[in-house]
């Protein structure tokens, strides 16, 4: 399997849920990337992780959780979301954060979330 | 602050020509990259400027002026798979991507 692969697709969950998205990524690249995706915004940028530590928060609520095992793999843990947090989160990888054109990002399909 | 300005929806028919303006006022340059989105699926490349000029490939066109901090992507010989969202993105000094909301293309037969 080549690119980069979410799951799940979709997830509806209560505010008191615990649930995680995976992403994960078969192009040998070495950074991976969160992005919130709502209607009508500009992309999000959560956190960023480069060779498996974390480089980025952009100040994102603790109720979201990161984690990257390996250059291969991210996770994004939630727990107690509220409404709003309702939207596509995407995962994307690229060969090195920052720096020229090298920096293109691919991008999974994202996992749509929908808090009630 | 920084930001990225582009038109939230615009209609064209099949066959014809369109072009996406893109704006941007940020903190440094590095490069000016355009994604397409169609949807329910993931943003893929299309172009990537850094350089002021038209980069052609196939029936697409990007063009850049950093002095008016301008972009553009042309869309030639437009087809209905071309319906999509296209999303702007600047490299700023600190290469990070600041994005902008994306324009939503919808092609008429």
């Known amino acids: 399997e080549t690119g980069v692969t979410q799951t799940p697709r979709h997830l509806v969950m209560g505010m008191t849920n615990k649930k995680s998205l995976k992403c994960e990524q078969h192009?040998?690249?070495?950074?991976m990337y969160w992005y919130k995706q709502s209607a009508k915004k500009p992309l999000e940028l959560m956190f960023v992780?480069?060779?498996?530590?974390?480089?980025e928060n952009n100040s994102v609520p603790s109720r979201f959780s990161p984690e990257c095992p390996n250059s291969s793999h991210l996770f994004l843990h939630l727990h107690t979301l509220q409404p709003e947090d309702s939207a596509l989160y995407l995962c994307a990888s690229s060969q090195v954060p920052g720096g020229s054109g090298a920096n293109v990002l691919t991008f999974g399909a994202g996992s749509r979330l929908t808090v009630l | 602050g920084q930001n990225i300005d582009q038109p939230t929806e615009m209609t064209a028919t099949e066959g014809a020509i369109v072009q996406i303006n893109c704006t941007y006022q940020?903190?440094?340059?590095?490069?000016l990259f355009w994604y397409q989105q169609h949807a329910g699926e993931a943003p893929t490349f299309l172009s990537y400027n850094v350089l002021d000029g038209l980069e052609e490939k196939g029936r697409f066109s990007s063009f850049l002026s950093r002095s008016k901090g301008y972009s553009y992507l042309l869309l030639k010989e437009l087809q209905m798979k071309d319906s999509a969202s296209y999303l702007c993105a600047v490299l700023d000094s600190n290469y990070q991507l600041i994005w902008g909301a994306g324009t939503k293309l919808i092609i008429k037969p």
């Open positions: 992780y480069s060779l498996e530590e974390r480089v």
């Open positions: 940020t903190s440094g340059f590095n490069g």
């Open positions: 192009l040998g690249h070495n950074a």
